[in-house]
């Protein structure tokens, strides 16, 4: 059993900056986040492996948003500077149990946070 615990979300303006948090327990090989906007469909953001070594990021991100692990507290961050307005959602902080999960399906994490919410104005 995996839980996950986000923290860190809030509002800001375009052009700026947040980190959001998430302290995972349990035994499991990927931890990411994934998004949802309203009537969109749940987006892979970025992920990290167990030991910090691999990261995979959404197109949509690449560049502006880094995943980190901090492994002596089973934690993950996601800073994300340069937000824009279309980064507003809900972000979900998910753990994997598969050894290669598609890193763009929901489907493939087992567990997941309650979200926290980022809003980012123009």
Known sequence: QVQLVESGGGSVQA?????????????????????????????????INKGGGRTY????????????????KNTIYLQMNSLKPEDTAMYYC?????????FTESTDFDYWGQGTQVTVSS
């Open 15 to 47: 052009g700026g900056s947040l980190r959001l948090s998430c302290v995972a327990s349990g035994n499991r090989y990927w931890l990411g986040w994934f998004r949802q906007a309203p009537g969109k469909e749940r987006e892979g953001v970025a992920t």
């Open 57 to 72: 990021y959404g197109d949509s991100v690449k560049g502006r948003f880094t995943i980190s692990l901090e492994n002596g």
């Open 94 to 102: 998910a753990a994997s149990t598969r050894l290669w999960p598609r």
